[in-house]
């Protein structure tokens, strides 16, 4: 088999360039969707027949858990990579993640606590999906926080990968906390085998906004990316090729 | 229009967290293009310097 693909991806300028050319095809795409998923969501979706208007929470917030769980997937599996295959551009791709990550696990917890105020009659509970939902949160800081206390840029990859690794335990523990306790939150409508249990002008906007922010975490990686691999490659004779 | 703003009487709830999300997502834009600016400014700084001859 040809590998001259693996090394060409782990090599840095050519991801710099790659990710440079590739943003623009997931931004564009991202602002369309979300834009028109704002605009279905908000003006074409009927009422929910039991939470009226309220369901149009689950437009930021089910999208926002997705991205939450899904960058870490992202960034476990980058982390584990470059771990085994000392491949520095997939440290450099997994710290890019962690801040996305963080950031819309927080919006996950926001958009949850203001959704189940008027539906549950409370902001928080300690249920096994909302504490999960934190611990992830708590996870992306200890990340990010483990990385920006060691000085020595491969001892922080590597403690920092093992940590991300570890912490893959909770992302089923989120899954499927709804179906193995008895939590307060409901189980997922989308994200299952059979088919999804809502209307499909209820149901478009919401895979919209979904595929939307996936795009739009592509695009903001592959920024993070670009900035991460100038800043390991400081010296090398690409950079100043780069910037002159 | 007034009717829409309401939002059924979850207003409260809703907008703010729109809000919240929007925000975020544009912090996401903002903070990743300020980081790639930033290390395209210290490359340059350095290699200027190094032309200058008074870097290592």
């Not at chain 1, 300690?126 to 483990?146: E, F, H, K, N, S």
């Not at chain 1, 979904?210 to 993070?224: E, K, N, S």
Request: charged fraction near 15%; glycine fraction near 6%.
């Amino acid at each position: 088999m040809d590998w001259t693909w693996f090394h060409r991806l782990a090599s840095p300028p050519h991801i710099y360039r790659v990710a440079g050319t590739l943003t623009p095809w997931f931004a564009w795409p991202a602002g369309l969707l979300i834009v028109s998923a704002l605009y279905a969501g908000l003006f074409l979706a009927p009422p929910d027949y039991q939470q009226g208007e309220g369901f149009r929470m689950i437009y930021v917030h089910a999208p926002s858990a997705w991205l939450s769980v899904m960058i870490y997937g992202v960034m476990a599996t980058a982390a584990a990579v470059g771990l085994i295959w000392r491949m520095k551009v997939a440290h450099a791709a997994a710290a890019s993640c962690a801040a996305i990550g963080a950031s819309f696990t927080f919006v996950s917890l926001v958009t949850g606590m203001l959704w189940g105020k008027p539906m549950w009659g409370t902001y928080w509970v300690w249920d096994p999906r909302l504490t999960a939902q934190l611990v992830l949160l708590i996870l992306y800081l200890g990340y990010m926080a483990l990385r920006s206390g060691i000085d020595d840029l491969g001892r922080a990859d590597r403690a920092s990968a093992v940590l991300a690794i570890i912490g893959v335990v909770n992302l089923p523990i989120i899954r499927y906390s709804v179906e193995w306790w008895n939590s307060i939150h409901q189980a997922p409508s989308v994200m299952k085998m059979e088919r999804p249990s809502m209307p499909f002008d209820m149901l478009a906007p919401l895979l919209m906004m979904l595929l939307g922010f996936t795009l739009l975490f592509a695009a903001v990686m592959l920024v993070r990316m670009r900035a991460e691999v100038l800043r390991r490659e400081r010296g090398a004779s690409w950079v100043k090729e780069v910037v002159s | 229009m007034r009717d829409f703003f309401a939002m059924g009487g979850y207003a409260a709830f809703l907008w703010p967290a729109y809000a919240v999300t929007f925000a975020v997502v544009a912090w996401n834009i903002i903070a990743a293009r300020r980081a790639h600016q930033q290390a395209l400014a210290e490359a340059r700084r350095r290699f200027s310097a190094d032309a200058d001859g008074d870097a290592p």
